[in-house]
């Protein structure tokens, strides 16, 4: 616990944390207390807990949690609300539409940072006095872009689950691709892992769809457009033409209509 933040918890025991009226709360051993509400609550909550705490300014806080349930209405995409997004190791993703996110220039500068006080580190002497608070600075760095890295996923999924009905994903092994040795792709891996997670809750949240793609499913060796299955594909291969109807095709952007296709027919909107 916070030292200047003195707080205690205490759970609902039938009905010993109750709502008299908006404006006061009966809590367990203290008299009714006044309140003022900070936003209304939905209908039917059940009160689990309540957690009562006291600022360094001696202002007090109740913060309740509860329990509600949600009728969500199921929403059927169309094969224009969908999207596909292929993992991609430098930019986590390209998406049906040919775009891909871009991490923001505040997190870029911050990883740079973090990169170069990790070379200090490293160069410090070990068990000295500056390579104890060189560790410090580097694990508070590290805390920062991962947070800032874990918002910006927040805001990307939100952004995606709130302009589609239906995203199809691709169905890989995060656990295995992040033990890499690469910085960067690792920190790719992870955040595409992250933004699955985040994307299946937003989307479910609104009564929209998160198609899984099976891993087999051949998306970068389909010729979207004839569905020739160019078998000689390596991954060393960024762009190509299909040998069967000469379309000039981009691996990538063509891997993601392909994941967004099969996402279509799976969801039999195709
Ligand atoms: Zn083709």
Redesign the pocket.
């Known amino acids: 616990m916070h030292h200047d933040k003195k707080s205690y918890t205490t759970n609902n025991q039938k009905g010993t944390i109750r709502f008299i009226d908006s404006k006061a709360i009966r809590l367990p051993k203290l008299k009714d207390v006044r309140i003022k509400m900070h936003r209304p609550l939905p209908q039917n909550v059940i009160i689990k807990s309540a957690t009562i705490s006291q600022t360094p300014t001696g202002k007090y806080y109740i913060a309740i949690v509860v329990q509600y349930e949600v009728q969500i209405k199921p929403i059927t995409p169309t094969v224009e609300t969908t999207i596909g997004l292929d993992y991609s190791s430098k930019a986590l993703f390209v998406d049906s539409k040919t775009n891909s996110p871009d991490y923001p220039k505040y997190y870029r500068q911050a990883e740079a940072r973090l990169k170069r006080e990790q070379r200090k580190l490293s160069k410090r002497k070990k068990g000295g006095q500056n390579r104890a608070k060189q560790r410090r600075k580097v694990a508070k760095l590290h805390e920062k872009v991962a947070n800032q890295r874990k918002d910006f996923l927040h805001q990307l999924s939100r952004q995606i689950a709130n302009a589609y009905d239906g995203v199809a994903i691709e169905n890989l092994n995060m656990r295995g691709m992040a033990q890499g040795l690469n910085l960067a792709k690792s920190t790719n891996d992870n955040g595409f892992g992250m933004l699955k997670t985040f994307l299946a809750y937003k989307l479910a949240d609104q009564g929209k769809q998160l198609v899984i793609i099976d891993k087999w499913y051949p998306s970068s060796k389909l ?1 979207h ?2 569905k ?1 299955e160019n078998k000689e594909l390596t991954l060393a291969d960024r762009n190509w033409t ?1 040998p ?2 000469g ?1 000039e095709l981009d691996r990538d952007v063509n891997a993601a209509i392909n994941i967004k296709n099969e996402g279509c027919r799976i969801l039999g909107i195709a």
């Open positions: 010729c457009i004839c020739h299909c069967h109807c379309t």
